[in-house]
């Protein structure tokens, strides 16, 4: 009789943006007259920038003439997209980045449960908490991560690194040594950010002590103040231990368009074996590549217009985030985030717990956030807010929240 991948078992309950999906399902069946406001999941709103439809316009045609008609993508993504993503992501900020060693796929999501697969089994993570809950899962999935906790809700093989506000959400360089370091900034959940200095010590860390860093920089055209790095690459001696995943879904809403690429140095090995030669090996075996129409409209985002037109659109976010941590401040709540991510980070009030938080919020207000608690145990008692909406309901979600 065949079996199952008993590590699956492991999983406590489903993904947390599912668990969400179907508590507000069950509110709106039964309060149809009721205007749910959704700044839960990380889901972008504005349309598609103008440059991007007309790539995606012109795309289309020529896949509908024999002479410019493409078929299979080339494994590493087309040549016009990795060499657009070489100049503009890297060497226009002082990194060294080959076009040959950026590997285009259909978005960062797939690749930072992805990348796992070319570790060994035996590997020991390290991971931000709260952090996104795709690193954390994935590595059950693979069975890395030991065995759960239910009083601690914690895996017995992963290392977390506490974020909390009395380290301004960021974590420490670990006292035991992990195999592999996930790192996200500016951060999902709660918004917060470290300098370029803060950074490097991490690169130094992960040199001395022979570990990778996984590094979601998924965020990263959100930055606004200079002393924050867009790619862990603007740090000496990254190209020896970090791997990096972008998107685009964030910086150019491509959420259902479906994008994003990941880079893996070189110079990047575990002895002589170079892990830009396995992940090639695993994306050559298990991917046949991003559409072409995708890649054309990713082409885009890199042209003058297209950064332009892109621009205007992280700044709508912005004053989203903006209002949404005033507001709540206003209100009395204790916030961070919101000044280089698109993310609001609240402390629930009177001594509630991040789902009780949750219910009164859809309940009271109308208005779905994120539990903290869905992000790990240093997210209990918190919350995170998302400045993806439109304008007009962010405002209306902040004006019934500090009315209750």
Excluded at 176 to 192: A, H, K, M, Q, R
Aim: hydrophobic share 35%; proline share 6%; with cysteine.
């Amino acid at each position: 009789m065949f079996k199952v991948n008993e590590d699956y078992l492991k999983l406590p309950g489903s993904y947390l943006f599912s668990t969400i999906g179907k508590k507000v399902n069950a509110f709106a069946k039964e309060n149809p007259d009721k205007k749910i406001i959704r700044l839960g999941i990380g889901d972008v709103t504005q349309p598609l920038a103008p440059v991007i439809i007309d790539a995606l316009h012109k795309a289309v045609a020529e896949m509908g003439v024999a002479e410019t008609f493409h078929g299979y993508a080339p494994d590493l993504g087309y040549e016009f997209l990795r060499n657009a993503i070489a100049e503009n992501d890297y060497k226009l900020r002082g990194c060294d980045i080959s076009p040959d060693e950026i590997f285009v796929s259909d978005g960062a999501k797939c690749d930072s449960g992805n990348i796992q697969e070319i570790f060994a089994k035996d590997n020991k993570i390290a991971v931000c908490d709260p952090v996104y809950p795709v690193y954390v899962d994935t590595n059950v999935m693979a069975g890395r991560a030991g065995e759960y906790d239910p009083k601690t809700e914690t895996w017995s093989n992963v290392i977390y690194m506490p974020c909390t506000a009395e380290n301004d959400f960021a974590p420490e360089l670990p006292k035991e040594v992990p195999d592999i370091i996930y790192l996200c900034f500016p951060n999902n959940p709660t918004g917060s950010t470290i300098t370029k200095p803060q950074l490097q010590e991490w690169v130094d860390y992960a040199n001395k002590h022979g570990s990778v860093i996984i590094y979601d920089a998924a965020y990263e055209a959100y930055i606004s103040e200079d002393n924050v790095p867009h790619s862990i690459y603007e740090c000496e001696g990254a190209r020896t231990c970090a791997i990096e995943l972008h998107s685009f879904s964030k910086n150019a809403g491509f959420t259902g368009v479906r994008l994003g690429y990941t880079v893996v140095p070189k110079d990047l090995k575990a002895g002589d074996v170079m892990l830009h030669s396995l992940w090639a090996r695993r994306h050559g075996t298990k991917y046949n590549g991003a559409p072409y129409i995708q890649q054309r409209a990713g082409e885009a985002v890199y042209s003058p217009e297209g950064k332009k037109q892109l621009a205007e659109q992280v700044a709508y976010y912005m004053k989203n985030a903006a209002y949404i941590k005033e507001g709540l401040k206003s209100a009395g709540y204790t916030v961070s985030g919101g000044v280089n991510a698109p993310y609001i980070w609240l402390k629930a009030p009177n001594g509630m717990t991040s789902w009780e938080f949750f219910d009164y919020l859809l309940e009271k207000a109308n208005v779905v956030g994120t539990p903290g608690s869905g992000f790990g145990p240093s997210g209990e008692t918190y919350f995170r807010l998302t400045a993806f909406g439109t304008y007009e309901n962010t405002v209306e979600a902040i004006e019934r929240i500090k009315k209750l």
